[in-house]
Nanobody
Framework: QVQLVESGGGLVQAGGSLRLSCAASGSIFSINDMGWYRQAPGKQRELVAHITSGGITNYVDSVKGRFTISRDNAVSTVYLQMDSLKPEDTAVYYC????????WGQGTQVTVSS
């Protein structure tokens, strides 16, 4: 079992920045890939960014060049640095990991005002 706890969401003006953190606990030795999903009201959940255990990253096109995913395996934490935020980035952001089952955090709200 893996538990994920997100933090760092909030309200920010367009053009601003936020940094999300997701701390893992439990069977952390079994964690492979980690990532961030988001779900906006009335929309399907989408994968925003993903990072492998070896540090290879990929992003959805809409956030490329603005968001950066990273992980610190020493403290079992994955981060999402979000810069140049836009109102369309408003969503609940979820941390996810594979260990090898999929585990999800509870989500953190990000609201970007115009």
């Amino acid at each position: 079992q893996v538990q994920l706890v997100e933090s760092g969401g909030g309200l920010v003006q367009a053009g601003g920045s936020l940094r999300l953190s997701c701390a893992a606990s439990g069977s952390i030795f079994s964690i492979n890939d980690m990532g961030w999903y988001r779900q906006a009201p009335g929309k399907q959940r989408e994968l925003v960014a993903h990072i492998t255990s070896g540090g290879i990253t990929n992003y959805v096109d809409s956030v490329k060049g603005r968001f950066t995913i990273s992980r610190d395996n020493a403290v079992s934490t994955v981060y999402l640095q979000m810069d140049s935020l836009k109102p369309e980035d408003t969503a609940v952001y979820y941390c996810v990991c594979r260990a090898p089952m999929e585990y999800w955090g509870q989500g953190t709200q990000v609201t970007v005002s115009s």
